[in-house]
């Protein structure tokens, strides 16, 4: 028998008519702030009935209580073929099974095995051990985009390069290819592209891990790939699990250091601050996860009736989990929609939570601590080229931020 959780209590009241979709549009001018109706949502009832693009009718939840109980409660699946879409566009008429290797779109048992096979290949130890060559790599970055100043786009100049150079490092392909493999992975997080697209752009990435991991089965070299080797994983897994990895490690982290730098910017106070204390490093990027979440929007479907919140959720429902409104929450997060880089953020969801939380967020802090400091050291007169509400939001893809993020530096 399931023991009740303190999320499960009687039934509550709720609103007659489900929502008519997931609200999207963010507050003009603010671009860092949740969309204005999802926060309204999580005030008056932060879990209640929604309908989907293709009539389903489901959940959205928006507070933190629920949306970390959903997360952390395994009778709720991640497997694609379960859910609904939240979303208009090209899966709301259902999503395939997920691919060999991806990971977020599994459950246990299978989930767990390819979790105990990686997980000790991301450690906090070995992650701070590689703390020396990423401050090696973001200084080299660092050079070239001091060449190429004053005035340059972060996200090309220093975002992406910094974390797809770790990456690539770690996993053993060749830097030379990052740009190729750069341009195979927008697609796969862009809604609004063709399925052609997203398709050419899936067994493009495919094509080039499988041509790698055969020549790392040959020539095995001292990278987590070649450790993954003599596993017992299928060559079809181990390329996609590699592809996952990869994809997982261009985007993320770069979206993380350009749009938390555009944060820093249109915030000088906190900017300050953190020029003023390196020591707040830790901390600001703990905060920074919390106040952006660009990882915004989860789902999961029930595999069996569960309450949560005092609402029950039957077998099959769907339930869209809003981590944005979640990590400004009032409830868990004191006056949450201000950047306080003096906050203990610790309970966030930025990274996730339960069993899908995020497998390389140890690498992602490294990334972002190093990064970020040697950012606002080597250039102390940072800041944006254009006004802010001219920077180019990332609005219709799976991780929030910005396209481009154009900063200059020197004599005002």
């Not at 973001?138 to 992406?160: I, K, N, Y």
């Given at each position: ?264 910017l249109c915030h000088p106070e906190q900017l300050a601050a953190l020029r003023g204390d390196p020591d707040l ?132």
């Amino acid at each position: 028998m399931h023991e009740e959780t303190p999320t499960e209590t009687a039934d509550r009241p709720m609103d007659a008519s489900p929502l008519p979709g997931l609200p999207v549009d963010r507050p003009a001018g603010c671009p860092f702030a949740p969309p204005a109706e999802l926060a309204r949502h999580r005030e008056e009832q932060p879990l209640r009935r929604m309908t989907y693009p293709d009539g389903h009718v489901g959940w959205l939840a928006t507070g933190y209580s629920a949306v970390r109980a959903i997360l952390g409660d395994q009778r709720f699946s991640s497997r694609y073929e379960l859910i609904h879409f939240p979303l208009p566009g090209p899966y709301e008429g259902g999503l395939p099974p997920a691919p060999l290797g991806d990971m977020t779109g599994i459950d246990a048992p299978e989930h767990t095995r390819y979790r105990k096979l990686l997980a000790g290949k991301f450690t906090v130890r070995r992650m701070r051990q590689l703390t020396d060559r990423v401050e090696e790599i973001t200084g080299a970055q660092l050079d070239v985009m001091e060449a190429q100043g004053p005035s340059v786009d972060l996200v090309r100049a220093f975002a992406q390069p910094v974390p797809a150079l770790v990456i690539c490092e770690l996993l053993g392909v060749p830097t030379s290819d990052r740009e190729f493999l750069q341009a195979q992975t927008a697609p796969l997080m862009d809604l609004t592209v063709s399925e052609e697209e997203r398709t050419a752009s899936y067994v493009a990435l495919q094509e080039y891990v499988r041509a790698l991991v055969l020549s790392k089965r040959v020539e095995p070299t001292d990278d987590v790939l070649s450790d993954l080797t003599t596993s017992d994983l299928s060559d079809d897994e181990l390329t996609g699990v590699a592809g996952f990895l990869l994809a997982a490690g261009l985007d993320t982290t770069a979206n993380m250091i350009a749009h938390g730098t555009f944060a820093l910017l249109c915030h000088p106070e906190q900017l300050a601050a953190l020029r003023g204390d390196p020591d707040l490093v830790d901390g600001a990027v703990e905060e920074l996860m919390r106040f952006l979440s660009i990882a915004q929007t989860g789902v999961r479907a029930a595999l069996e009736d569960v309450r949560v919140d005092g609402h029950l959720i039957k077998a099959g429902e769907t339930v869209t989990l809003s981590v944005e409104t979640a990590n400004r929450d009032p409830e868990r997060f004191p006056a949450p929609d201000a950047l306080d880089l003096r906050r203990a953020a610790n309970g966030h969801l930025g990274f996730g939570h339960g069993i899908h939380q995020c497998l390389g967020q140890q690498l992602a802090r490294v990334e972002m601590r190093v990064a970020i400091a040697a950012l606002l050291t080597r250039f102390p007169t940072l800041r944006l080229a254009v006004p802010p509400d001219e920077v180019p939001m990332r609005n219709h893809t799976n991780i929030y931020g910005v396209h481009a993020l154009p900063v200059t530096w020197g004599a005002g």
